[in-house]
């Protein structure tokens, strides 16, 4: 489609609740805020992208304006005229421009398949796997779960209803105990073959993490995600346990020179949008780092997630997922769900997605009325931050 003009962009900052607010190291954990960007051009054709938060809303706002008149094929033209030279960028404080462009990027993939007929898969070089793998989630949740036989009947439930073989989740009420025990409960329960594999959010000490670790070890734990909080305590750990572990602060650097952490769980927005993902997967490859998406979005980045994981054969363990607590989404037919651990990549042009308009303004009204989600509420201690004891 020759000549083809951004005209404009739009927005839209909203909310993606979950059914119940789950426990993390901040408090509660009640859903996300995302911004859902539409790049529009002149031929008609509408590019969809997704923020990971809504604190960048004024910068894309920004780039937006800077676009207009610009050719949406020419990413990196457009990049040039949204963000600073990545040397800067990359020492500086403020990322913000990154996820913002990052975002935006993201519509101009989904243009490009639009423009060419092709979905991105493709644009990225094929599919080497058609069906992508998530984990199915588990966790202490207000309402829910909040003991190790109620988490452990949850995932039971959730095998014989959709199949699931593959868990990840948070046991995070500052308890090592009651996380040792889960653990123990949902091998049992599971049996051998499940996956299992735990988060926590940078909640332990390193001494509590050896602790931990030495009494989970014989429970075949897949991957322990930030189990402390620094690379060099990850380090650290990793003389005490053979688990292998992850992180969502992309470092590579670190990761390598360090030793641990294995894997880098994040999202394409943060590292700059899809073709600098595609670039951060292949150094990642180069130097034996890990790499899956994270969790908690809603059906525009995930779609990227499933077209990525369709296309870098890299990427050989499942995705996060939150999908069955997410109790709506901007995209027709969402949220995504997995059936027997896998959901099919979309085959139409682009992310493969449609924009939900009436779902959209149902939860940007969500936001406006109720202002963005709190991750860091703790109901026992209103207008307090959550302090968890490091034990």
Not at 53 to 75: C, H, N, Y
Not at 265 to 272: E, K, M, Q, R, S
Request: proline share 7%; charged share 20%.
């Amino acid at each position: 489609m020759p000549g083809i003009r951004i005209t404009g962009l739009k927005a839209t900052p909203v909310n993606i609740p979950l059914e119940k607010p789950m426990w993390w190291t901040g408090g509660h954990y009640p859903g996300t805020s995302k911004t859902i960007i539409e790049v529009e051009t002149d031929q008609g054709l509408v590019g969809l992208g997704e923020a990971p938060s809504v604190d960048v809303l004024a910068t894309i706002g920004e780039m937006g304006a800077r676009l207009v008149g610009a050719d949406p094929l020419d990413i990196a033209g457009c990049e040039s005229l949204s963000v600073p030279p990545w040397q800067i960028v990359q020492n500086t404080d403020d990322s913000s421009v990154v996820k913002a462009f990052g975002a935006i990027e993201i519509a101009l993939w989904d243009l490009r398949g639009k423009v060419s007929g092709e979905p991105l898969y493709r644009l990225l070089g094929g599919a080497v796997r058609k069906e992508i793998p998530f984990t199915e989630y588990f966790a202490f949740r207000a309402g829910g779960e909040t003991s190790p036989g109620e988490v452990t009947d949850y995932c039971l439930r959730m095998r014989e209803e959709h199949g699931a073989t593959m868990f990840e989740g948070k046991l995070i009420l500052g308890d090592p105990k009651l996380e040792i025990d889960t653990v123990k409960a949902l091998r049992t329960a599971l049996g051998p073959e499940a996956m299992l594999r735990l988060d926590s959010n940078m909640q332990w000490s390193l001494p509590s993490a050896i602790r931990i670790f030495r009494e989970i070890e014989p429970y075949d734990i897949r991957n322990y995600e930030d189990p402390v909080a620094t690379f060099e305590e990850m380090a650290e750990l990793r003389k005490h346990s053979s688990i292998r572990m992850s992180t969502h602060v992309p470092d590579i650097r670190r990761a390598v020179s360090l030793g641990a952490p294995d894997y880098i769980v994040t999202n394409f927005a943060v590292l700059g949008g899809i073709a600098r993902t595609v670039r951060f997967i292949g150094a990642c490859e180069a130097m034996g780092v890990g790499f899956w998406c994270y969790s908690g979005d809603a059906g525009i980045a995930t779609a990227g997630y499933l077209h990525m994981s369709a296309a870098m054969a890299w990427i050989t363990e499942p995705s996060q997922s939150l999908f069955r607590w997410q109790v709506g989404d901007v995209i027709e037919g969402g949220p995504f769900r997995q059936t027997n651990d896998v959901i099919a990549v979309p085959e139409d042009p682009g992310l493969g997605v449609t924009l939900d308009r009436s779902a959209l303004a149902h939860w940007h009204r969500h936001f406006v009325e109720n202002g963005p989600l709190d991750h860091f509420h703790d109901p026992a201690l209103p207008g307090r931050f959550r302090r968890l004891p490091l034990n």
